[in-house]
């Protein structure tokens, strides 16, 4: 059994990581060099061989997953409100994410490269960020992730609310025995009745719960527990090694546990402040247009390479080139909207907030002033 120390007590706002920025750069690159190149290639088809592929962009999920794990329960822990969490994230994402909506209905309607019939239920479904788990595919292929970030969110500020955060090692192993004992009966049931028609179900139980990435999600608030020193090293490492090793055993998409242990490491030394060459600021600046670059590059990138080729550009160039005009697509995103509308939303909940709190201290004061009236006419009475 492990033994956890009471960790009850708030713990101190924490200083910004810039190494943990620049791990958000490195996912975001991962996926761009994987869309641009290997996807790029089985999906349409360079019209010559570029030479080369990156399949790797797996392993940059992996390591995001972790990464968010650890950040958001460093924000939420700080913050100590969960209506804030929450608020904070859908400003964060939605803006952006309801844009990129609305050029891939752009880019459907008017390339036939894509192939894709635009329907009403896609449309809205997509908007909610959660088209898989209502029975829709994702306009934008990297979006995917978005549905299991919000559901994490959930998960997370319902851990917190219920106080199961003060007992983080206790409640990430019974939650990595969920995703275990889960993903093997969902696995077992597939293969042993290939024609049920239970697989459905099964398959929005498997989203739902994001059982197949809960356990690096787990890893990440293991890992920021063990950086604040808020609970036994020992138990924190037994934990993270346990959510590592479920990960592994109900891991459809073949991870390589090596790598998994290298990026975990990457993950540490710069929660640590260990890896100082994460502090140059190329990486700074990528991880500052890195939401909006994970975003609009993929779909927008590839039509990019598709009409570079029609042109006779060389493969490689015009990878270079959709590489390149992303980066400054998000640069203008990010500088001239994203940021902007943040920080204009944040204002106007910041305002609601105080509204509403001036609403309920007014309510009160009335309420005391019509007990007190209540009470001085009875004892006049």
């Known amino acids: 059994m492990l033994i956890e120390p009471n960790t009850k007590a ?12 620049a791990i958000r750069a490195i996912s975001c690159l991962n996926l761009l060099l994987f869309h641009f190149t290997y996807v790029y290639q089985n999906k349409y088809g360079f019209e010559s061989p570029l030479g080369f592929a990156f399949p790797y962009g797996k392993y940059g999920v992996q390591l995001f997953f972790m990464l968010s794990g ?11 409100k969960a209506g804030d969490f929450l608020a904070a994230r859908f400003i964060r994402i939605f803006p952006s994410y309801w844009l990129v909506i609305a050029l891939n209905l752009l880019l459907f309607a008017t390339l036939p490269m894509f192939n894709h019939t635009i329907t009403l239920s896609e449309t809205v479904s997509n908007l909610t960020t959660m ?4 029975g829709h595919t994702n306009m934008e292929p990297v979006t995917w992730t978005l549905q299991i970030e919000m559901l994490f969110y959930f998960f997370l500020m319902t851990l917190f609310a219920l106080g199961f955060l003060d007992k983080p090692i206790r409640t990430m192993i019974v939650a990595a025995t969920f995703c275990l004992i889960s993903g093997s009966f969902i696995n077992w049931f597939n293969a042993s009745y290939p024609g049920s028609a239970w697989h459905g179900h099964l398959y929005v139980f498997e989203q739902l719960f994001f059982i197949r990435n809960m356990p690096l999600f787990a890893m990440g608030i293991l890992l920021n527990e063990l950086r604040l020193k808020r609970g036994n090293p020992i138990g924190l490492w ?3 090694v346990f959510c590592a090793t479920v990960f592994h055993l109900i891991d459809l998409r073949g991870h390589n546990p090596a790598a998994t242990a290298l990026m975990f490491g990457l993950l540490t030394a710069s929660a640590y402040g260990r890896v100082p060459i994460l502090r140059w600021k190329p990486f700074l600046y990528l991880s500052f247009i890195s939401y909006a670059l994970y975003l609009f590059h993929n779909n927008l990138g590839s039509a990019l390479i598709r009409q570079l080729e029609i042109f006779n550009w060389p493969p490689l160039l015009s990878v270079i080139v959709a590489t390149l005009v992303s980066i400054l697509i998000a640069h203008a995103l990010t500088f001239w909207l994203e940021q902007p509308l943040t920080k204009w939303l944040r204002v106007r909940y910041a305002n609601l907030k105080t509204w509403y709190a001036n609403q309920q201290s007014a309510a009160i004061q009335n309420t005391n002033s019509a007990r007190l009236t209540k009470n001085t006419s009875s004892r006049k009475a």
């Open 10 to 21: 708030q713990p101190k706002k924490s200083k910004r990581i810039i190494e943990l920025d």
């Open 70 to 80: 650890m950040v958001n329960a460093m924000t939420l822990l700080s913050k100590r």
């Open 131 to 134: 088209p898989m788990l209502l």
């Open 238 to 240: 037994g934990g993270i």
